[in-house]
């Protein structure tokens, strides 16, 4: 890995970062700020002034009163996807394939480096941003919940919320890594690389309509579980490590077909 490419990548991309860190921080003191712990009823109420297959599919169809239960359901059930979705998106497409299009990557390759050098970087950038983002998250989540609900929050339960969201998140930007590397046009890069993670949260929010179709959300990544039930004391283990491999796939597969493809610059 080369620490100095690190470091350019980093001064190219921290504003993307900063601007989705900031975003997610808003959200994430709001859903804090409208707790109420004496009156959740009120606000489980209004859940049904909405349609039921709705609320299935954005996955507020369970009745939650704790802090931790409410944060899992209310904000990582849909937000901490789409959004980080969206960051994963650009930065995957970013880092590799837009850079090829424009022929600005022939920079880097005129450097002493090697492209597996450079790709790895490039991946490393990638997962790095995300595990700071969910780590600078974490740390507001604790830090709104203290000040605003002392002693209210289940940190340990919340930490590993964060963490199972956070490989999740990594496994989307890996996909569109991969395609980023795949491809020489952007255009490509982003069909597939925004395609399949788009699809992925569709087939999560169609199988929790109805049991009929929840094969759907059982091949998705978003399904593999359910925010609730890991803050409840869910076995999480298993699927942690399913997607670290899927990670790590993904992230060896990209550098391996970067390495040998043919460059158009």
Request: net charge positive; charged share 10%; aromatic share 14%.
């Amino acid at each position: 890995m080369s620490f100095t490419l690190l470091k350019t990548v980093l001064k190219k991309n921290w504003t993307l970062l900063l601007i989705f860190f900031g975003v997610l921080t808003m959200y994430t003191t709001i859903m804090v700020s409208m707790y109420n712990p004496n009156d959740m009823e009120a606000m489980t109420s209004m859940l049904k002034l909405f349609p039921e297959d709705l609320m299935k599919a954005m996955g507020f169809s369970k009745v939650v009163t704790d802090l931790t239960g409410y944060l899992a359901s209310w904000l990582y059930g849909l937000l901490m996807f789409g959004f980080p979705m969206v960051y994963c998106i650009i930065l995957g497409n970013r880092l590799v394939a837009k850079m090829v299009d424009n022929s600005s990557f022939v920079y880097l390759l005129s450097t002493p480096n090697s492209r597996v050098k450079i790709i790895f970087t490039q991946g490393v950038y990638a997962l790095a941003s995300i595990a700071l983002l969910f780590s600078a998250l974490f740390g507001v989540g604790v830090l709104a919940c203290t000040v605003m609900f002392p002693s209210t929050l289940d940190i340990g339960a919340f930490f590993k919320l964060n963490f199972t969201t956070m490989l999740v998140n990594m496994v989307v930007m890996m996909i569109s890594f991969f395609f980023s590397c795949l491809f020489n046009e952007t255009k490509l890069s982003l069909s597939f690389g925004a395609g399949i993670p788009i699809a992925f949260i569709l087939m999560n929010m169609l199988g929790g309509v109805s049991a009929d179709v929840n094969i759907l959300k059982k091949l998705s990544i978003y399904g593999f579980y359910d925010p609730v039930e890991l803050v409840h004391g869910g076995e999480i283990m298993v699927v942690n490590l399913i997607y670290v491999g899927i990670i790590a796939v993904l992230f060896a597969s990209a550098v391996m077909i970067f390495k040998k493809k043919r460059l158009p610059l």
